[in-house]
């Protein structure tokens, strides 16, 4: 049975998400955070050995990293869905997306958080980059959403499932206003109005709101 372990807001919602999606049949395992530092607690870190989330297990798989697992269990378990084919022309477009959601998004975010969290004046040449960087990616992703409905194209793909963390769930991390994206905000609507991505919220974390504006 092929078993999530999400960490409770966290990028491990991309994968339940994923599987409601899919409608395929899982286990979802629940770990809250230490109250004190926020962190995975000890039974998560378990896990693996780097004990970030998400990890999935399948038997006797365990497996980490957010791109891995949504290529695992599409390849294992997506009979071809929420996947561009290479003949398709959008091809391209939802390889560069899926990779940019972790390769360029989100380390964009993470490192304004870390510049903010060390209290690093605005003026300090690290923290213009950092805001130029994220400013830059937001704005790369909003000019791509005002030509289509989703990243890679008119339908949900994996990569939109990859890129939507770091625009709502993240925002508890490192507040940023997404005012100046009009077409970002248009998208998490649509994203907000699928019954996978209640569903997976609701289950992962129901405690909180999704937040989509």
Not at 162 to 167: G, T, Y
Request: with cysteine; proline share 7%.
């Amino acid at each position: 049975m092929l078993t999530v372990h999400h960490l409770g807001k966290s990028q491990s919602e991309r994968i339940v998400w994923l599987c409601e999606e899919l409608a395929i049949p899982y286990e979802l395992k629940v770990y809250d955070r230490d109250p004190n530092t926020r962190l995975a607690p000890p039974e998560y870190k378990a896990l693996h050995p780097l004990g970030t989330a998400p990890i999935i297990s399948d038997g006797d798989i365990v497996l980490a990293e957010s791109g891995a697992i949504v290529q695992y269990i599409l390849s294992r378990y997506g009979e071809g869905r929420l996947v561009v084919d290479p003949s398709d022309a959008a091809y391209a477009d939802y390889l560069y997306w899926f990779h940019f959601a972790n390769g360029s998004l989100q380390p964009a975010l993470m490192r304004c958080m870390v510049v903010a969290r060390a209290e690093v004046p605005a003026d300090k040449p690290i923290a213009q980059f950092s805001d130029a960087r994220r400013q830059q990616a937001l704005a790369l992703v909003d000019k791509q959403l005002s030509k289509t409905d989703y990243l890679a194209g008119d339908t949900l793909t994996a990569a939109d499932i990859i890129a939507v963390f770091s625009l709502t769930t993240m925002r508890l991390f490192f507040p940023y206003d997404l005012s100046p994206y009009p077409h970002i905000l248009a998208y998490l609507q649509r994203i907000g109005a699928r019954d996978a991505y209640r569903h997976a919220m609701k289950k992962g974390d129901p405690d909180m709101a999704p937040m989509l504006s």
